[in-house]
């Protein structure tokens, strides 16, 4: 298991390569929040790219630093570009990001979750019950399968997918992070519980998706998927939880919100409030 201490050097270097380089960490994303996740990931240094066409995600693969893919909102099309963007993102061994969003709701975007497996994502973002059910729909982790998705919205608690989370970061060598009022980010080995972010989270559309986004700018630039995958959890847990303090509504706190993942110093995420336990 991994110190603390390092787990925060290795963050805070992460954060800090990222505002020096602005890695390119394109996007086949959720057409509800595709400009969410681009701001956002222009705030903490990343630069955007959002794409949706087979040919430009397999570019996308080939030219960007880490690239973020989000089942949200699919278009016929998506049943040509996912599998060819993640199938290149493999060969080239890049880091990539999948944001399995309701996953189990339908054929087409189940079926694509699980062609996903032998590719092995970087980072798995999601919610307890997609994490839950992607587990499942992989053959990982049979305990709580099939737990209901409403739309994109969790109907566990994010203790509920611990093991579920441990499962895939241990096939994929990568990280999963589970998003809830607190936080769990794993590579498998280690757990991290993460506070922070504000209520006002849950009332916007958006605040997972861009998370996803913005793992993937980090992804670009961290020494492990762990680092990678706190360091976003970790601004976004300080920005949401300075943001919340200073305004007292859901449109208002989406302005705030961004405007504190711009402000956030790479010791402010390395130091925000989390503890370490062993998987």
């Known amino acids: 298991m991994i110190e603390k201490e390092t787990l925060e050097a290795q963050v805070a270097r992460a954060a800090q390569k990222v ?13 509800v929040t595709i400009n969410f996740v681009a701001n956002a990931q222009i705030a903490v240094g990343g630069s955007a790219a959002m ?3 087979p040919d430009e995600g397999e ?3 080939e030219m960007g630093g880490a690239v973020y893919i989000n089942v949200g909102t699919l278009l016929p099309v998506y049943a ?3 599998p060819a ?21 339908g054929k087409l975007r189940t079926q694509l979750l699980a062609d996903f497996k032998p590719y092995k994502p970087t980072i798995v973002r999601g919610n307890a019950s ?6 499942d729909v992989w053959g990982l982790e049979r305990a709580d399968a099939g737990a209901a998705v409403r739309g994109v919205d969790s109907t566990q608690e994010v203790d509920a997918a611990r093991a579920a989370a441990v499962a895939i970061a241990r096939y994929t060598g990568g990280a999963v992070a589970v998003s809830g009022e607190t936080d769990l980010v794993t590579d498998g080995e280690t757990v991290v519980l993460s506070h922070g972010g504000s209520h006002f989270m849950a009332k916007i559309t958006g605040s997972g998706c861009s998370l996803g986004g913005v793992c993937a700018v980090y992804a670009a630039c961290a020494e492990t998927p762990l680092a990678a995958a706190l360091a976003a959890v970790g601004v976004y847990n300080v920005a949401g939880e300075r943001a919340g303090a ?5 449109a208002s706190f ?8 711009y402000l956030a110093t790479p010791e402010d995420i390395a130091h925000h409030t989390f503890e370490i336990e062993e998987a």
């Open 19 to 31: 505002r020096e380089t602005c890695p390119v960490a394109p996007s086949i994303t959720n057409t």
């Open 51 to 53: 794409v949706y066409l």
């Open 59 to 61: 570019a996308m693969a």
């Open 80 to 82: 040509d570009t996912l």
């Open 85 to 105: 963007t993640a199938k290149r993102l493999h060969e080239l061994n890049k880091p990539w990001v999948v944001d399995p969003v309701a996953v189990g709701m």
């Open 130 to 135: 997609e994490v839950i059910t992607l587990a």
């Open 246 to 250: 200073r305004v007292n509504a859901p």
């Open 254 to 261: 989406q302005v705030a919100f961004l405007d504190e993942l």
